[in-house]
């Protein structure tokens, strides 16, 4: 009498346990802020000045002092021009500095005034402008600080670099910054079945055999996780390969990524493989598509520690989805980074699902003109056509149907990619 099945594990106890088999990775480096996007930042980056580093003039214009407007007329005298990079001499009473965007205030001036609202005079050789209006004190001043202070914490450690960051530190004076390291991944495939674009051409593929597509895939993705990535090929259904390749990768890399292979058929040799060289986790998932997972450690021969193991469906679709919510915690875990909640905009569904499926299901799905969501009409884990039509996922909770106008939660692409 067969043994019952165990039930499948929730995405979130998988991915908690698997989160807790991982530790970030203790080395860092230094890097050109120019060459950093993606990476993350391994140090606090502390401001060693005030940014703005004086009070400059937000407009192009004049600086005026506002008591002026109490103690004499809206003429004034213009007595210096003041563009930036220059500084000013300090202003008198009843004067004004011609001044441009990004130029200090000069000493005296508390305000500024657009040059829209100045009209110059034409007063035979001596320039003088009428305001038009009461300037108020501070207008149109950046003052020293307001963007940062010195001794502020203006980016954590952990924080993944992009333009906005890298454009922060330069604005620092910071040429070079501390990173955590890349995570060094071994990516390779399985399967006699397997053909790579270019090595046969189409009209003439063998009965049986397919392009591989997700290595394609699955190195694009590492590569915008900030991996550095060897691509170790496709490895032949044979054991003693299984073993050579992982036993290679193992030395060398901090992860190991396959996709399909795990499995218990008489050409499946990951799962031995790996644990001939460590040990292997086989989950269940309940979880629509990218039910089957796999993880382990192998060991090293020749260097401390272990390398993390991680085996993907087979079929593109589910190897896909299942980077985006299993591999991609990983990846930042590695770089120091807490995986954060990713946070799903809820908006109206434009189609039917009638009966939902017994697992949690990710629905291929993009909005429309109208501002709601609709879905692929074919949800099959093998068409990946789905994935460039979409724009995101629909997380659909498990048995849960949708009819046209319910709320549902969708996330985008673009988020997991960030």
């Not at 915690?329 to 995986?339: N, R, T, Y």
């Not at 909640?341 to 697992?359: N, S, T």
Request: glycine letters at 10%; aromatic letters at 6%.
């Amino acid at each position: 009498m067969p043994l019952p099945r165990a039930p499948l594990m929730s995405l979130d106890e998988a991915l908690g346990r698997l989160l807790a088999h991982i530790q970030p990775l203790s080395g860092t480096e230094s890097v050109a802020t120019y060459e950093a996007d993606r990476r993350v930042l391994a140090d606090n980056l502390v401001s060693a000045l005030q940014v703005p580093a004086f009070d400059n003039s937000s407009m192009d214009g004049y600086a005026v002092r506002s008591a002026d407007w109490v103690q004499s007329s809206s003429v004034l005298r213009v007595t210096q021009r003041i563009p930036a990079g220059h500084m000013g001499q300090a202003l008198s009473s009843g004067e004004a500095a011609r001044i441009f965007t990004g130029a200090p205030i000069p000493p005296g001036a508390d305000a500024v005034v657009m040059q829209e609202d100045a009209e110059v005079l034409d007063t035979g050789g001596l320039t003088q402008i009428r305001v038009r209006g009461v300037p108020s004190p501070g207008q149109w001043i950046r003052r020293s600080g307001e963007d940062v202070q010195r001794g502020a914490t203006v980016l954590a450690a952990g924080t993944r670099l992009g333009p906005a960051e890298l454009g922060l530190a330069a604005s620092l004076g910071l040429a070079r910054l501390t990173v955590a390291a890349r995570p060094r991944v071994a990516l390779f495939s399985t399967g006699d079945e397997l053909v790579m674009p270019g090595d046969v051409e189409p009209a003439h593929m063998p009965p049986g055999a397919i392009f591989n597509s997700n290595r394609f895939f699955l190195k694009a993705l590492l590569h915008r996780m900030g991996c550095e990535v060897s691509d170790l090929g496709i490895v032949s259904d044979r054991r003693d390969a299984t073993i050579s390749a992982l036993k290679l990768a193992a030395e060398h890399h901090d992860l190991i990524l396959t996709s399909g292979g795990v499995s218990v058929g008489e050409e499946d040799h990951v799962k031995p493989a790996v644990q001939a060289l460590g040990h292997l986790d086989l989950w269940q998932i309940s979880m629509k598509p990218g039910k089957p997972f796999a993880y382990g450690q192998l060991r090293r021969l020749n260097a401390a520690g272990k390398a993390h193991f991680v085996g993907l469906p087979g079929n593109p679709v589910s190897s896909f989805v299942t980077f985006l919510l299993m591999v991609r915690p990983v990846l930042l875990k590695l770089q120091g980074v807490e995986p954060p909640a990713l946070r799903p905009l809820r908006l109206p569904a434009h189609f039917d699902l009638a009966q939902g499926d017994k697992r949690r299901e990710f629905l291929r799905a993009r909005r429309n003109r109208s501002g709601g969501i609709e879905i692929f009409p074919n949800q099959s884990s093998g068409v990946l056509t789905s994935m460039v039509w979409g724009e995101g996922l629909v997380d659909n909770p498990p048995g849960q149907s949708i009819s046209r106008g319910d709320l549902v939660d969708f996330i985008p692409f673009s988020d997991w990619l960030a």
